[in-house]
Structure formats: C-alpha cells, structure tokens
C-alpha cells in the first residue's frame, strides 16, 4: 500500500496501527469523547482528519500514559476543548506552545484527577461497612 499525504484521510485499521489500538477501542473512544468525530461514509466506514488523530493520541496519552479514568480523560478533553487551538497541539501527550495556556492546561488536568480521585474515594466510603 502506498503511502498517504500528510493532511490525507486515514480508515480505522490505519489509525489502529499508526496508534497500536484495537479498532473496537477507537469505536469506544467515539461513544466517551464528545470531541471525536470521524467522517463516516458508504455503509458507516470511518474516515479521521489529522485533528480526529490528535485527540485520539491526546485521549490515548491521558488513559495509557496520565493514568487517567475515562471520566477523568472526558473531563480533561472538555477542558481543552475550551481551551485556545494552538495550546491544543500534542504529541504523545506533550504540551506545546504558549506558557500560560499550558499552565491552565496543567491545572484543569490536575483538578479532573482531584476529581476522579474525590469520586473514587466517596465510591470506597460507600462500600464500607
């Protein structure tokens, strides 16, 4: 198979091996990130954009790499959703860009933990006897 152009339109098999993801983990990814949304053409088939990769590769950092949950990682991506484009740009979950924009970044990352980590805890109290 050929190679692709940079800015060209990758399937789901593509993105699965380019990331090292199981396809099923891409679908997932789709129905808990209100951000990822591939093409789907002829019969449902996915096509991502460079943009869809990026968040993939985000998402992928802060579950496999941050340790975060998938609602910990759904509200990290909101957070950088607001967030201005340019602080947006990652690669294998390093932020680049503007200083303050990754401070803010750092700090929203650090309360969805707090978060995650509170909700954990009020989960285990529960469950106590």
Same mark, same amino acid.
């Given at each position: ?8 339109? #990758? ?62 990682? #759904? ?33 929203? #990352? ?15 109290? #529960?469950?106590?006897?």
């Amino acid at each position: 198979m050929a190679d692709k152009a940079a800015g060209a339109f #990758q399937t789901i098999s593509e993105v699965s091996s380019a990331l090292d993801l199981p396809a099923h983990v891409l679908r997932f990814w789709e129905t808990k990130f209100a951000q990822l949304k591939p093409m789907k053409r002829n019969g449902g088939r996915r096509y991502y954009r460079p943009e869809d990769i990026e968040i993939l590769e985000s998402i992928k950092a802060l579950l496999y790499q941050e340790g975060f949950t998938i609602k910990g990682a #759904q509200k990290a991506m909101t957070s950088r959703k607001s967030a201005p484009a340019t602080s947006l740009k990652t690669s294998a979950g390093a932020i680049a860009d503007a200083a303050p924009s990754a401070n803010n970044l750092a700090i929203s #990352q650090a309360l969805a933990l707090l978060d995650d980590a509170d909700n954990r805890l009020n989960r285990l109290l #529960q469950t106590a006897p």
